[in-house]
């Protein structure tokens, strides 16, 4: 095999290793890092609601196919409940899927339930890519770390 | 365009790098006309926060001229001057209706890495690694601001570029601190470090109507600068004992308010050091908190310590019976620039709050290496290296 392509090969590795890790550390029980779901077993996990605060009344969040457009996309696979939040919060928007859903269903509903609170509160999803960058030294924790962030949004304790 | 970035632990490069483009309706590309070092970038550079990818922009802390707006920012124009405060914050989720600007909900795109660490997602911070949004630094000849109705300000004309520059970060985070820590009139307050931050924390305290500030560092450059620029009192804690200094000028009680403006990597001498230095380095600690044990320590019953220096993860031997059994109140925060931005343009306006003498060595982008070298070290007195792209 051509050495480039084995230091692609061997950068999709660390990538998708930097994924996994940020994917596990919120299972990780070690004082101060990983807060979340930490004595759930993960088919428990699945099935909890995962929600988000949106400083809008729940008149505004919408229903069915008038929730946010990366919500509704998901469709009759979720469960949506909206209440309003206590202290003039807002509303507190959370979903749930309704048959047992595997890690990449809840990052998708992760990231769905982000990208809705950002268009009912801002009106857009903040993006952060191209950004300029100087050269990127093919190194294997900076794959990892890209990686990482390449899933952030899919990630961490929602 | 040209950028200083990081190329690898204690290494800085100025490479040609893409453009900035408008990515969202509310950004706007800003030509930086000033932009400097901060004492949280030594963190980021020495591989202390380990989310930082090779070829990353670094720089928080600018002001420059607005060249290029998005379609959905209503206040500011081309050709406006403006500070931009390092926070991304959209300014209209709850957090930020309340003014805590940094804890914006909606400004860090990668918000699963902060939370698995945290427990939560601060906001996002321009040029601050991948953790904090994975944002282009300011370090450049053009950044792009997310949300420049909410972050970036228009410089009164009183106001010069050196001045400004400050607002951005180091005026703003010491106002955080001084303001949140509840410093009102007639209190003592004491600040550990007497950098950038340090200064302006002291200044601020100052205007908030302290009755009388006091700064700890062991650097004579610093502490002369404190008691020239920003008019309070200094320690130099490595030729006096800090904690009786503060009991003599207490009558014994300690200061009403302690302000910690240090951060992870700070210094201390003796066995202190040593312990905090070796456990640090074999990772069982990601932090060294002694200015932050020392203010827990100092400060009156019932008093208030804030933690104004950046910490990353965990540290060791935190004295939390004192902040017990003492009734402390123990607060921190990142900076909510645009909470105190306008009134900080206010005071430079009006002569009562000066900066320029932070920026002790001005110098093209191009030698952005140089110069961060110099303010790692220390060396030539310098205490803030500004870049002019």
Redesign the interface.
């Given at each position: 095999m051509a050495a480039p392509t084995l230091l692609d090969r061997a950068a999709g590795l660390a990538g998708a290793a930097g994924a996994e890790l940020?994917r596990r550390?919120?299972h990780?029980r070690l004082?101060?890092?990983?807060?979340?779901s930490t004595t759930d077993d993960p088919g428990t996990a699945a099935r909890r609601w995962r929600a988000?605060?949106v400083?809008r009344p729940p008149a505004e969040v919408g229903t069915g196919a008038d929730l946010p457009a990366p919500l509704a996309a998901l469709g009759e696979r979720v469960e949506v409940r909206v209440t309003p939040a206590p202290g003039d919060?807002?509303s507190e928007l959370a979903a749930r899927f309704r048959e047992p859903a595997g890690e990449e269903d809840l990052g998708r509903l992760?990231a769905a339930l982000?990208e809705a609170?950002?268009l009912l509160?801002?009106?857009?999803v903040?993006?952060?890519?191209?950004?300029?960058?100087?050269?990127?030294?093919g190194?294997p924790?900076?794959a990892a770390?890209?990686g990482?962030?390449a899933?952030?949004?899919?990630?961490?304790?929602? | 365009m040209r950028a200083a970035t990081w190329t690898g632990v204690n290494e800085v490069s100025v490479e040609t790098v893409p453009d900035p483009q408008i990515l969202n309706d509310h950004d706007v590309i800003l030509r930086v006309r000033r932009t400097t070092t901060c004492g949280s970038d030594l963190h980021l550079i020495g591989g202390y926060i380990p989310a930082m990818r090779a070829g990353d922009v670094l720089g928080h802390e600018f002001m420059g001229e607005v060249v290029e707006v998005g379609r959905g920012v209503r206040h500011r124009r081309v050709g406006d001057r403006v500070v931009v405060n390092s926070f991304v914050a959209c300014g209209s989720c709850w957090y930020c209706r309340q003014e805590l600007y940094s804890l914006c909900d909606n400004g860090n795109p990668n918000p699963g890495i902060t939370e698995g660490l945290w427990g939560q997602s601060p906001g996002g911070c321009i040029g601050y690694s991948h953790a904090m949004g994975g944002y282009a630094g300011s370090h450049a000849e053009y950044v792009r601001v997310p949300y420049a109705d909410v972050g970036a300000f228009v410089v009164p004309d009183e106001v010069s570029d050196d001045r400004a520059l400050f607002a951005s970060d180091a005026v703003s985070t010491g106002w955080t601190g001084a303001d949140l820590a509840g410093t009102k009139p007639g209190d003592v307050v004491a600040v550990w470090g007497a950098g950038g931050v340090g200064q302006m924390a002291a200044r601020a305290a100052m205007l908030l109507g302290a009755e009388r500030v006091l700064v700890v560092d062991r650097v004579p450059e610093r502490l002369a600068q404190v008691r020239e620029h920003v008019g309070a009192g200094t320690i130099d804690y490595s030729q006096t004992d800090v904690l009786a200094e503060l009991r003599e000028a207490t009558g014994g009680r300690g200061p009403d308010v302690c302000i910690e403006a240090v951060g992870m990597e700070a210094h201390s001498p003796g066995v202190h050091g040593v312990y905090d230095q070796v456990k640090q380095q074999l990772r069982l600690q990601t932090g060294r908190s002694s200015a932050v044990r020392e203010a827990v320590l100092a400060c009156r019953k019932g008093g208030s310590v804030f933690v104004l220096g950046v910490f990353a993860g965990l540290v060791d031997k935190f004295p939390l019976g004192a902040v017990m059994n003492k009734g402390l109140t123990l607060r921190g925060a990142q900076v909510h620039g645009q909470r105190y931005t306008p009134r900080i343009l206010e005071h430079m306006a009006r002569g009562e709050l000066v900066t320029e003498h932070l920026a002790t060595h001005v110098m093209p982008l191009e030698e952005a290496p140089r110069g961060y070298q110099l303010f790692k070290d220390k060396e030539d007195g310098c205490v803030r290296a500004v870049f002019t792209p």
């Open positions: 940020l550390l919120q990780v004082p101060g890092a990983g807060q979340a988000v605060t400083l919060r807002g992760r982000r609170k950002q509160e801002v009106g857009e903040l993006r952060v890519d191209p950004q300029p960058h100087g050269r990127r030294a190194t924790q900076g770390l890209e990482a962030a899933s952030a949004g899919k990630e961490g304790v929602l | -």
